[in-house]
Antibody, heavy 127, light 107 residues
Framework: QVQLQESGPGLVKPSQTLSLTCTVS??????????WTWIRQPAGKGLEWIGR???????NNNPSLKSRVIISVDTSKNQFSLKLTSVTAADTAVYYC???????????????????WGNGTTVTVSS | DIQMTQSPSSLSASVGDRVTITCRAS??????LNWYQKKPGKAPKLLIY???NLQSGVPSRFSGSGSGTDFTLTISSLQPEDFATYYC?????????FGQGTKLEIK
């Protein structure tokens, strides 16, 4: 079955860049049936959608994070990555990667939902 | 951006109760609305997609309804493993925002 696993430093200094990788096993990241997505959850708060990437390279990011988000994909390694620049304490959170399933109806409507998630990795921003 | 508002924010109920959680969007989503269950220390789990479709493997006591701006998640008979936080998410237009969550606690 499909599994996703986040990896990366658990501690990042303020103003530096947070870098995380999600390794996908059990399926090809190049499939045109999926987007690959990052979500985070600060302690005691709700879920925040960070952004997503399609295997062809197109991305959508959350404008609330301004232009600090870079999401990329490495099809040779079956991985996708998140870089968040100029981090502050407000970026401390559990970060999840997830697969976003794309359903296309006969009427050419596109539906999306997050059907497989990684276990999450905690990132703390502190000096 | 589309704003998602869930009500109530928290809810106390007993095993066997019927529970309904509401999610309202700031604009019409048609039926582009998903529901997730989140337990502490665990990844979110997809329950319902496109408003009313039950994800494979999810018990039939969970159901979703609604369209446009108003949606509901119903648990017909609460089980002990259902006590968790529930989130709605719109997938109509990026960024695909979540509601603030509804924490379901044991009475």
């Amino acid at each position: 079955q499909v599994q996703l696993q986040e990896s990366g430093p658990g501690l990042v200094k303020p103003s530096q860049t947070l870098s995380l990788t999600c390794t996908v096993s059990g399926d090809s990241i190049s499939s045109d049936s999926y987007y690959w997505t990052w979500i985070r959850q600060p302690a005691g708060k709700g879920l925040e959608w960070i952004g997503r990437i399609y295997p062809g390279g197109s991305t959508n990011n959350n404008p609330s994070l301004k232009s600090r988000v870079i999401i990329s994909v490495d099809t040779s390694k079956n991985q996708f990555s998140l870089k968040l620049t100029s981090v502050t304490a407000a970026d401390t959170a559990v970060y999840y990667c997830a697969r976003e399933f794309v359903v296309v109806t006969a009427m050419r409507h596109y539906y999306y939902y997050l059907d497989v998630w990684g276990n999450g990795t905690t990132v703390t921003v502190s000096s | 951006d589309i704003q998602m508002t869930q009500s109530p924010s928290s809810l106390s109920a007993s095993v066997g109760d019927r529970v309904t959680i509401t999610c309202r969007a700031s604009q019409s989503l048609i039926s582009y609305l998903n529901w997730y269950q989140k337990k502490p220390g665990k990844a979110p789990k997809l329950l319902i997609y496109t408003a009313s479709n039950l994800q494979s493997g999810v018990p039939s006591r969970f159901s979703g309804s609604g369209s446009g701006t108003d949606f509901t998640l119903t648990i017909s008979s609460l089980q002990p493993e259902d006590f968790a936080t529930y989130y709605c998410q719109q997938s109509y237009s990026p960024p695909y925002s979540f509601g603030q969550g509804t924490k379901l606690e044991i009475k």
